[in-house]
DNA sequence: ATCGTTTTCGCAAACGTTTCCGATAGTGTT
DNA sequence: AACACTATCGGAAACGTTTGCGAAAACGAT
């Protein structure tokens, strides 16, 4: 017979109900509800922990609130006590709990990045000038990859906000049209920066780069080169860089009274193939161009390494020129000319954007900065017709 | 006269004290202390908060743990109230708080990851890898950048520490020499994998890849392409990988009866110049070398352009490979034979091996795996005398 | 000795969850 | 009815910090 466990008398121990696995009884004449004990957790069971402000304070024999005192140094303790606390914590190992600490403060001191791919360079250099920036003012960064897919995106920025970030830098993913996942925290009232791919939906800061003039410099350089028939390999006509880098080159011919050629206007998907059957068609005209502008930087590789197949000289034959990634630029054989983006500064003025959002709260306006691309001219498109041809490659 | 907050009474209420900035007063009658009030905070300065789970009880008007049964699918709970809380959580645009979760259930399903640069190609691809298999198992991902500093290691570690993520991935600084730091979450029972550069004095899991047997294989293909007379451009004798892929090197020479000679094995520093420099001192020789390996790839990049720029061909007069980094390898012309280190693969090796050790907890015993290099076969190695000289560049 | 002042420290309430446990009301079953 | 059982729900204690406020002790000056 069970025994309640006030008054110890079986007698009056009756059943009453299941539950959850464990018979449970009532006493009569306690009037008193218990259940079967459940089994000792196995004490090897449970994960070792890590020291705490409690642990410090019990062996030195203080209040919580005194050690905690010592550590953040504050000023209502005596040295000798802070002395011994520390002496104490350094003993234990004690690291302070993040996650407790940003509970009660509300704040993380983190800042989450969404970048479509980390493997490219353009975002890894961004990220490390996010970072230098947060971390000089003591931020720290969390990094999500949507590998351009939207959901992974979406998913991404929610995991973010249920970290709790103190804001959010985001590149959104190619494949992102709806944009209530960042209306979202902005509505929250977490600052958010968008760069490189923006979204003007949502009234955020901004840092984006100058695509049209950076097109027009790249285009114009080779007008000064002594091209007359230059030909663009844009990209999908739906992103907006292909049509900003088209808008760019265009506003260049205008501008040296050049002629504006459909057939000299390609866009194409991106994929390696595709760029060089565009190259055939043009090689194939009656009066092929002297010049192609890759907007792409892959693509302005691919073509670097078509002609060589098919015979043709670069630049001699056929200037090309690129767009960005000038790392990668200056290594093959012959150095492309390229637009560099600065994708470190980009990375740095986002960072900014946040800090300063962070530091003038409610009266912060969102703005826009806009990095401009510095031309930086390498043998691919160095005809020697020009005043530049001196330059040193 | 001040009067008593309890009885009123400003007769009995005397000065006691001036503390934090406030006076103190005493009443006699009332044995009470108090101070001046504090001036209200500024209702505009507080922080727009977001919805908890008391804001949803609240409205919906159940306890607490109704609520957080109802969003966590928990049994204990009927279908109707379930909905209404469902229901008005999206209302409230409900996220729950990861921070108070995990500081509840000591889990925060975040790894934490040290690497050295995040701009390295090898890196980049090697956290994708790790990401991937992370995400895949419900882990967060946090990246952290050593930027090849000491210093600037030990403080990620500790912030990753002390954000109390659930396991290590480290890829050590080329500077690191001490490891106590990573001594350190072992002991507290934080599982830490070891990837690419290891160390040895911790009882880690390992994941490294065999640059011996690479060297060993890019070399062996070098004599089977005809080769004889083969330098080596090695690194700092003081690195292990170095020293490693020497070691592979010469194994091959010895295999194949090559006879070994000094002056063909060079260490520098990997700066651009010190390779050109080496390059010139192996053309004056006599006897010049036929083909040459370069530890690190963008060595190999320099040699290409140096010989280039010297009118020697490649891989005529003289065959070069390099160790890593084949997507850059291949866009250059020639393409560079080089060994695939599969960072990607190593990447998700480390967080395998994070997760077997979470699965097994106290009974799992380290382990180290090795992931073998491929070789890539590509222009500036075929002399065409071998049998590989028939394979697709 | 009295009283104002300063220094130092403890108590307890948050922060937002989860979860154990007990308490009901209802539902069948003898 | 009496009893056994199930389905729901609320209360409260954690998790590890920070911090406002009160209390006690020490100190100095009347």
Known sequence: MIKCVKCSLPDEVMKAGFVRGRQRYYCKSC?????QE?????????????ATIADVAKQ????????????????????????????????????????????????TSTIGVVIPDIERPFFATAVSGIQQIATEAGYRV??????????AEV??????????????????????????????????????????????EVNSAKVILDDRLGAYNVTEHLIEQGCRRIAIL?????????????????????????????ALQVHIDFRTASAEACLDTWLAMPEPPDAIFAINYTNAFD????????????????????????????????????????????GQQAASLFLEQMAQKENFVPRTCVIAGDLIIRQSSLKGHGHLAAWPA
């Open 31 to 35: 009037e008193y509800h218990f259940t």
């Open 38 to 50: 459940r089994p000792a957790p196995n004490p090897a069971e449970r994960r070792r922990r890590q």
């Open 60 to 107: 030195v024999g203080v209040a919580l609130s005194t050690v905690s005192r010592a550590l953040n140094g504050h000023s209502d303790i005596s040295a000798t006590t802070r002395q011994a606390i520390l002496e104490v914590a350094r003993q234990l190992d004690y690291q302070p709990n993040l996650l407790a600490q940003s509970l009660k403060s509300r704040a």
């Open 142 to 151: 969390m990094i999500c990859q949507s590998k351009e897919s939207y959901q």
């Open 155 to 200: 998913s991404n920025v929610q995991a973010l906000i249920a970290s709790r970030v103190d804001g959010l830098l985001i590149c959104h993913s190619r494949e992102t049209e709806n944009f209530d996942h960042v209306k979202d925290p902005a509505r929250r009232g977490i600052p958010v920066v968008h760069f490189d791919r923006v979204c003007n």
């Open 234 to 262: 844009a990209g999908p006509p739906s992103l907006l860089i292909s049509r900003q880098r088209q808008a760019g080159y265009l506003s260049a011919l205008r501008r040296h009274g050049l002629p504006i050629e459909d």
């Open 303 to 346: 073509l670097l390494l078509a002609l060589k197949k098919r015979g043709l000289r670069v630049p001699e034959d056929m200037a090309i020129v690129g767009f960005g990634d000038e790392f990668l630029a200056s290594l093959i054989e012959p150095g492309l000319t390229t637009v560099d983006l600065h994708p470190y500064r980009i």
